[in-house]
């Protein structure tokens, strides 16, 4: 039989999984390293299970001590589960921006959960890193992991999820993207790749309101750059041991927006139900990508934990409207457009028919797209503007071909409630509309320049 004497022998060998839609005209391989697969859902688990080993070798962590850890919940997870397999107890620190999820989560696995506040300096008695480091202090037989600090992390990283991205990619990675908050998932895995190939380009995913981004740049801790922010898991207002600068070739900034908007488009055009900082690290690589990568470049990017943690947050439309993340236009949806355009009809040619009657019609109705249909009515095909003058233009004999000679494949269906996001992802070079079938099987289409109105309103 094949079966784990318990849970954390799970740990790690996650898959790496190609996005397809969200990188639609940006060269290269872009793949996600989907830690959710891991048992506590979140890359975490790795480095949990790495500090107790470590701490249990050193003789730190005794039989039936009690593991004291400040956490933005996904560490807890990991500790909590390694606690249960082998029989501790857990306290954790957490601050008052976590999502309630991840602190139900951690109350769910038995720890108990001290919720503290967000905005107050690192060592303020009030802060999660002071009341976590103080209950170290007072609670015998206890011990603080210390996951900024405590190198164990990185080192969990460099053992286990370098090697597994190496030999995933058969070393064929070019750029490591990652979110940086304790450092140890970018350092790790950075150092293990460089050896391997020194050339491999290391992007490192920083939030407003965080420090590491300047002073990677400058060499200054800039209290000024340090101001609250939403996103969970990456950014600091410290500067953790485990963070190596000098293997990150470069940072880049995301707005808690962005992420999140990001982060939503991975679920619902990639299937990826991931959290916020997973958002915040494709946004940012992707940035990055678009003007910097090649078509034989392989990047990377880690997505570190589950969209669970998040359903309150920016999985819920009321509250990223509440934040200004989601403004009106951000809820219309195919339905609100084809009821703005009133009863419009929906203009179509026969494929038999000749591109010279393609364009008269198009000149006559005012229209740069045309859905091409059989003597059936089925769309069979479609004409756009742009394609159909260049095809001319090599060769104006076309005039007299029939359309199903020279027409594009039919533009893709989409449903009535699809929102503005997800149509835009849709509309691209190849794919200049889309067609919507309402209630009373009447089809409609929607164009670039439909979108643009509805933008605008």
């Not at 089925?378 to 394609?387: I, P, V």
């Not at 060769?395 to 533009?411: G, K, S, Y």
């Amino acid at each position: 039989m094949q079966y784990y004497q318990h849970l954390i022998e799970a740990i790690g060998n996650t898959p790496l999984v190609k996005l397809n839609k969200v990188t639609k005209g940006i060269p290269g391989t872009i793949l996600a390293k989907v830690e959710y697969f891991n048992p506590g859902n979140s890359i975490k688990d790795r480095i949990a299970l790495k500090m107790i080993e470590d701490a249990e070798k050193a003789g730190i962590l005794k039989p039936g001590g009690t593991i004291i850890e400040g956490t933005s919940g996904n560490t807890g997870m990991g500790l909590a589960l390694v606690a249960i397999a082998k029989g501790y107890k857990c306290i954790f620190t957490v601050s008052d921006k976590q999502s309630q999820e991840k602190i139900n989560v951690l109350r769910a696995l038995g720890a108990e959960v001290v919720v503290c506040p967000t905005n107050v300096p690192p060592d303020d008695p009030r802060s999660y890193y002071s009341v976590a480091k103080k209950l170290n202090r007072e609670i015998p037989n206890s011990f603080y992991p210390n996951q900024y600090d405590n190198l164990s992390n990185k080192q969990a990283h460099y053992e286990t999820t370098g090697p597994e991205i190496w030999q995933q990619t058969e070393g064929k990675i070019t750029h490591f993207a990652a979110g940086v908050g304790t450092g140890g998932t970018i350092s790790g895995t950075a150092q293990y790749l460089k050896e391997q190939n020194p050339n491999v380009f290391v992007l490192g995913i920083d939030t407003y309101g965080s420090v590491f981004k300047k002073y990677h740049e400058t060499g200054i801790f800039d209290e000024n750059e340090i101001y609250p922010y939403l996103t969970e898991g990456i950014g600091e207002d410290i500067l953790p041991k485990n963070v190596d600068f000098s293997l990150i070739d470069r940072f880049v900034k995301v707005t808690d927006k962005d992420a999140a908007l990001m982060t939503r488009r991975l679920a619902r055009e990639e299937g990826l139900f991931v959290g916020w900082s997973c958002g915040a690290a494709v946004h940012g690589a992707l940035e990055y990508a678009r003007d910097h990568m090649k078509e034989d470049d392989v990047m990377v990017i880690i997505l570190p934990d589950h969209g669970t943690r998040y359903l309150n947050k920016i999985y819920n439309d009321d509250w990223m409207r509440d934040h200004g993340f989601l403004e009106r236009r951000d809820f219309a949806t195919a339905r609100d457009i084809i009821r703005s355009k009133g009863n419009s009809r929906l203009i179509t040619i026969q494929e038999k028919q000749t591109v010279g009657e393609a364009v008269a019609l198009m000149l006559k109705e005012g229209i740069s797209q045309l859905p091409v249909v059989d003597e059936n009515g089925h769309f069979t095909g479609s004409l756009s503007e742009s394609k159909l003058l260049h095809k001319l233009i090599e060769n104006p004999e076309l005039r007299q071909t029939a359309i199903r000679e020279v027409m594009d494949p039919p533009f893709k269906f989409v449903g009535m409630d699809n929102t503005l996001d997800v149509l835009s992802s849709l509309l691209d070079k190849e794919n200049k509309a889309l067609l919507v079938r309402d209630e009373n099987n009447q089809v409609h289409i929607i164009t670039q320049a439909d979108l643009l109105m509805a933008l605008a309103k």
